[in-house]
């Protein structure tokens, strides 16, 4: 089987974390991705631990499904063959800022003037049409200036931090994956290809206030800003005996039922306090601050299998490390060993879809720097004596 999206090219001029995760899904869905990169490679070839250079555990998982030719697009044989990519592809992602491209003559007018119909697509840190514009942008800035750090601190850290995973950069990716594959459609239906523009600030604006715009949804306000239940500071995996159990009390029936197995049920519906969300809501702060007390005399696993016969949501705590060990991710085949060609045996992580008649498939391995240079170069006309000279003058790298 192929998958949704064979016979689709794109051009994928991203580094990092956003861009990569994002094309990646993309030829996870059967895509074909040349990634172009800097003699010198991506950043994440270098970060975490590798047994070759450039080739990390992180470049690993996020650059699977990709060929990689090595261009330097700042000497003017270098941009000459990107344009001669650009000419017959779908999509070209990119995520440095627009500036760059320009300096480098690669922005929308010049890419179009080859190829009318293709989709440009730019993820990068704000919007061209603010103050921001120019400013660089990585995960942890954003974070910070969507206001995550603030918000943990006002749920009960002990000083604001940003959320330990580089969650900017892969939702964003995600957005860039929903408006490359609407592009796409508009151009089957129309015939015309356009620019995007997917800012991280806005993305991630959108992503974080929809949660706590609160009483500033109205105008005039009706209350402040915040989720309360969000910022609870009992809102976090309860301490048991001898762990931790992540627990979600949330309909009016898991609350009943809670009162029950705690042997409590008389105090459910006379206490007004619990009387329907919007009343829980209110006071969830001394709600969630007794099931803490209660959950604490137990352990783990006692606590799992009675929330479990009460059909009251409840998780273990994982660790990154307990996590590979989990009965369901085993069960569905999520995790997986493969040999690659230049890495030995790795850890492979599955696609988390399922589909009935295009299934989405893992077909290529991560590329070593320059790989694939040789063979994109040849099929844009190049002869092997021209693909010499761009390497022995430092355009590419084979």
Known sequence: MSGPLTGVRILDMTAVVMGPYATQMLGDMGADIIKVEAPSGDV??????????????????????????????????????????????????????????????????????????????????????????????????????????????????????????????????MSAVSA??????????????????????????????????????????????????????????????????????YTDKHWR???????????FDGDERLSSIGRRTEHIHELYGMVAEIIATRTSAEWIKLLEDADIPVMPMHTVESLLEDPHLQAVGFFDYVEHPSEGRIRSLGIPSTWSATQPAITRHAPRLGQHSEQVLASLGYSPEQIAALEAKGVTRL
Do not use: W
């Open 180 to 249: 490359i594959c609407a592009a796409l459609y508009h151009r089957q239906r129309t015939g015309k290809g356009q620019s995007i523009e997917i800012p991280m600030f806005e993305t991630m604006a959108q992503f974080v206030i929809g949660d706590h715009l609160g009483g500033l949804a109205f105008d005039p306000p009706l209350g402040p800003t915040g989720y309360a239940r969000l910022l609870s500071e009992h809102r976090k995996p309860f301490p048991t005996l001898d762990g931790f159990v992540c627990v979600m009390i």
């Open 44 to 173: 994440v070839r270098a970060i975490g631990p590798r047994r070759n250079p450039g080739m990390s555990g992180m470049f690993l998982q996020i650059n699977r499904n990709k060929r990689s030719i090595v261009l330097d697009l700042k000497q003017p044989e270098g941009r000459e063959a990107l344009l001669r990519l650009a000419a017959d592809v779908d999509v070209l992602i990119y995520n440095v800022r627009p500036q760059a491209m320009a300096r480098l003559g690669l922005d929308y007018t010049a890419v179009a003037a080859v190829n009318p119909r293709i989709i440009y697509v730019g993820v990068y840190g704000y919007g061209q049409a603010g103050p921001y514009a120019a400013k660089p942008a990585y995960d942890d800035l954003i974070q910070g200036g969507v206001g995550l750090p603030a918000l943990a601190f006002a749920a009960g850290a002990d000083a604001p931090r940003y959320v330990p995973s580089v969650m900017a950069d892969r939702v964003v990716g």
């Open 257 to 267: 039922s809670f009162f029950q197995l705690i042997g409590r049920a008389d105090e």
